[in-house]
Structure formats: C-alpha cells, structure tokens
C-alpha cells in the first residue's frame, strides 16, 4: 500500500511568483528536451548500423549532457514543489540493498572515467524500509556523483549501509577535495555553491538541498564530516520502525 506524506512547511516562507516562474520555467525546458533525447536516441541507433565511429561520439555526447540537463530540471522542480509544500512521498517496502547495489552499477561508468575505485559495503542482511525508494535513490545518487565529480581522477569512493539500533545508516565517502567548516552550514541549502574553484564544476547546487527534503520527509537526518583536501564522508539516518 503506497500513502502519501507531505512536506513540512518550509522556514521562511518562499517568494510564491518566483516559485512560480521556476515551475513553468522546468516545465517549459522540459517538453523540447524530451523530444531531443527521444531524437538523439533514434538518431544514435541509425549511426549504430551505419559504424560511422566519429559520430556515434557526438551523438553519444548529445545523450549524455542531455540527460544532465534532464536531472537538472528534475531536481528544480522538486525543489519548487518542496518550497511550496507539494512534494510528496509515495511511501512503499523498499528492498534497500538493491537499491544501493543497483546505484553501485548505475556509477561504473562514472568512476572508470577519472579511474577511480569504487567500494561497495552493503550486507545482506539489510532490513526492508517503508519508504520512497525513487527519491531514496535519488539522493543517494546524488551524493555518490558528487563524490566522483569533488574528486580528482585516481581518488576513492565508497558507499556503505548497516543497520544502528533503530537506523539505518547509509554513508557516501570520498578523499576528494573535502569542505570546510563554514561551506558545511550552507551545503544544504538551495543554490549553495561553495567556493569559487568549485564553479568549474557542472551543477545548480540542488541536490543536497533536495537530498535534505527527502530524507527530512523520512523522518531522518543527514549530514556531512568533512575537512578540505581529506575528503567528505555524507550520512543518511534513517529511522527504522520500532
Ligand atoms: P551541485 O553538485 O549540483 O552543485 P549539490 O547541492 O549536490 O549541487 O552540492 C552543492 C555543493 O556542495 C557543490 O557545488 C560542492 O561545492 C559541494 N559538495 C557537494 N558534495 C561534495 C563532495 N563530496 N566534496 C566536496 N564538495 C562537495
């Protein structure tokens, strides 16, 4: 049985126009995309059987940054609909461990990029949670490519679960560039972009913020230790059924 859960009203109360303007904004940008990603993937499958190499990597490239801009919107209008309290849970059994596994598949590629290794922690033995398992995967997610993308080539990454007492505990480390202290209060706000060097870096600087919505929806919290040039640890609490 799926139920639904609503956000909790957000503090400060957002500029409702603007939320707005981002809603159909997304919206808007959305629409085109899709029909570019559905042409680009037709086009990429004639290329397949023609063998033209050269442009089976452009149109490969087209796909893949097209995709980026796809999660970009998605995250935009979930955090809209976070702001304005229309975001909702649809809370299910969620099979954490493929789950986590799966994520562990979905990031190969990512990490093989910049040669980095990945390590997976997931045991066996980890309990179903009620929960949103599309958005749980999304904030993992999230956290695990901004572990590869905050980490210079040939660095380590590792995704961890166990279950502690009542939680269970989901950790995404790195010995990438690392945090600071006065960055870490901002992280998990919308549009925190920390410093300067980090611009070069593709993203809006919503997924940690829309991280923090889903698990906060879950009851749980999240947080990060981290210290510049050591790398970051990010954990997810979250609470088991007593
Ligand atoms: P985005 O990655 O799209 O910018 P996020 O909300 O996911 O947005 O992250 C916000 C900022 O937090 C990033 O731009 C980056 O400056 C910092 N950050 C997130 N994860 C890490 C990490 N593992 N190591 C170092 N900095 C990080």
């Known amino acids: 049985m799926e139920t639904e859960k609503e956000t909790p009203a957000p503090a ?77 849970l649809q809370i299910g059994p969620v099979d954490m461990k493929s789950l986590l596994q799966g994520i562990g598949w979905q990031m190969a590629p990512l990490v093989q990029k910049k040669s980095q290794t990945l390590a997976l922690d997931i045991p066996e033995s980890l309990p179903i949670f009620q929960g949103d398992g599309q958005r749980l995967e999304q904030a993992v997610f999230n956290l695990m490519t901004n572990a590869s993308k905050f980490t210079p080539d040939g660095g380590s990454i590792s995704l961890r679960a166990r279950q502690r007492i009542t939680e269970l505990i989901i ?52 947080w990060v230790e981290s210290e510049p040039g050591k790398g970051s640890i990010f954990v997810i609490a979250l609470p088991l059924p007593k």
């Open 12 to 88: 400060g109360k957002p500029d409702e126009e603007w939320l707005r303007f981002l809603d159909t904004l997304s919206h808007e940008l959305k629409t085109p995309l899709t029909s570019i990603i559905a042409a680009a993937g037709l086009l990429a499958e004639e290329l397949e059987e023609k063998g033209e190499e050269s442009y089976q990597k452009l149109i490969k490239n087209i796909i893949h940054n097209s995709h980026i801009l796809e999660t970009r919107l998605t995250e935009l209008l979930a955090i809209v609909k976070a702001g304005d309290g229309r975001l909702r």
């Open 171 to 222: 950790e995404v480390q790195d010995n990438g560039i690392g945090i600071s202290k006065e960055e870490q209060t901002k992280l998990f706000k919308p549009y925190a972009r920390v410093n300067a060097d980090r611009q070069k870096h593709p993203g809006l600087g919503l997924g940690l913020a829309l991280a923090k919505q889903v698990v906060d929806l879950h009851g749980g919290r999240i």
